[in-house]
């Protein structure tokens, strides 16, 4: 089933432009990634609600993109991030609000490059999609050494692509940039042109290299699966990429549920002698009503049928929500993300085992994110260095995040509340517990209580007199 979907795709690759065509004017070899890349186009249909085996009687649930917007709100719930520079943490913060959105989407698509930039005297950050770039190299320990990325611009039927190479050799960074003029959906990427063509491009070099850095300018965030069409790559896979086969039979029993439902519409066969005519010859119908009426042969215009058969919804919910419970599984979320729990799921051992599948999938994709972060702050630093803005280099970076998925926050309240009034924890390890501080702002929210207790009786006694 798989091999089907992965055949239909490469149908609609080819009518795009090829990876070796974005390759060969590098002099560069990158045909080992056409199936990852098909992959991802792949699962960038299926996020789009265009997914190959949908059709006029098979619907969409778009499950894919459900899956991939509470795994996002479940990566970055109550998220926090600061930069000790003032400069630095105001671009941080402005790119940080819409990180659940660039999740999602790095979640349908397998990766996404957050690649700062210098435009007008400001340091900017573009996100570039998992179907817009192509990682060429990495290291040993799966660090991004080189990638193509894809900049286009589209003006009546015409197509301006730029590609911009990014590879590193020790120490230093070389960017080459190529521009084209093609037409739309034609197979290659057209002609050779300068960048001074299009506007937006005009003050791009065709070649620079910087040096003393030992990271590409930007952040490489990936979702940590395993490639089902390629054991050795180290790319980022869409969360659902295991999941194709189930997703297409989750569509296909929605539809049957959907045809359950419009078959079973209540309905009067009434012979069409009943009914009068227009002028035209056309039967009229009550208006409003024409679903209600069916005209039949009855042969007896006072003859007439209700047809009102029992709809079986309840065996074909139940099969539904087995496939999306297969679909949890596959993908690495608890049980109740996208299905209907049911009576299965009883015991607590069965309901925690559960949740820390999930646990472990959020948690190693907020790991993957932290990286990228990191390696954003750290590119902005350097293009921050080469054009001269003032900033502090190499600031520290925090990072909060929220463990609400394994541990209930009010449960978690509780015990730490027990704990403390049975004497194993004390004030300060409370508050670490309950809100979040760390164990400095802990120990000065502790005196600033002690304080007002000291003060309250003086308060009080002026109050009398």
């Not at 350097?382 to 995040?401: A, G």
Request: hydrophobic residues 35%; charged residues 30%; contains cysteine.
């Amino acid at each position: 089933m798989f091999e089907k979907v992965i055949t239909w795709i490469k149908g609609a690759i080819s009518k795009m432009f090829k990876t070796n065509d974005i390759a060969k004017d590098f002099n560069i070899d990158i045909s080992g990634s056409e199936e990852v890349n098909e992959l991802i186009e792949l699962c960038t249909n299926i996020f789009n609600n265009n997914a190959p085996w949908l059709n006029k009687e098979t619907k969409s649930l778009n499950v894919a993109k459900t899956i991939c917007e509470k795994v996002a709100k479940a990566v970055t719930i109550e998220f926090k991030s600061q930069v000790e520079d003032e400069g630095i943490n105001k671009i941080y913060q402005r790119f940080l609000n819409n990180l659940r959105t660039n999740v999602e989407y790095t979640l349908a698509k397998g990766d996404m490059f957050f690649k700062p930039f210098y435009s007008n005297g400001k340091i900017k950050i573009s996100c570039i999609h998992g179907d817009k770039f192509i990682p060429i190299k990495f290291d040993s320990t799966g660090e991004l050494l080189g990638a193509i990325l894809i900049d286009q611009k589209v003006k009546g039927n015409d197509v301006y692509t730029r590609l911009e190479y990014n590879d590193l050799n020790d120490t230093t960074l070389t960017i080459r940039n190529i521009a084209y003029k093609g037409q739309k959906n034609a197979s290659t990427l057209g002609t050779k042109i300068h960048l001074s063509q299009v506007l937006e491009w005009k003050d791009i070099e065709e070649e620079t290299q910087i040096e003393n850095v030992n990271k590409l300018i930007g952040g490489y965030f990936k979702i940590p699966i395993a490639n089902p069409v390629d054991n050795t790559t180290q790319r980022g896979t869409p969360i659902f990429a295991n999941a194709i086969g189930i997703l297409k039979e989750v569509d296909k029993q929605f539809s049957r549920t959907l045809w359950e439902y419009e078959g079973s519409e209540l309905a009067l066969d009434i012979d069409a002698t009943a009914f009068k005519k227009d002028s035209n010859g056309n039967y009229i119908l009550p208006k409003g009503k024409k679903r209600l009426f069916r005209m039949m042969d009855l042969g007896n215009e006072k003859q007439w049928n209700i047809f009102s058969p029992t709809i079986r919804d309840t065996a074909l919910f139940n099969g539904l929500n087995e496939w999306l419970r297969q679909c949890e599984s596959q993908c690495g979320l608890s049980f109740g993300i996208i299905s209907k729990s049911t009576e299965t799921e009883k015991t607590a051992t069965e309901i925690k085992a559960s949740k820390q599948d999930y646990y472990v999938t959020v948690s190693d994709i907020q790991n993957s994110l932290q990286n990228a972060l990191e390696d954003l702050i750290y590119g902005i630093d350097v293009l921050m260095t080469l054009y001269k803005i003032p900033h502090k280099t190499n600031p520290e970076i925090s990072f909060d995040w929220d463990d609400s998925i394994l541990v209930d926050s009010e449960k978690k309240q509780a015990q730490a509340l027990v704990e403390r009034n049975a004497g194993i924890i004390d004030d300060i390890e409370y508050f670490v517990q309950t809100r979040d501080y760390s164990e400095e702002e802990a120990m000065e929210y502790y005196n600033k209580m002690q304080e007002r207790k000291v003060e309250e009786p003086i308060e009080n006694d002026i109050d009398e007199e």
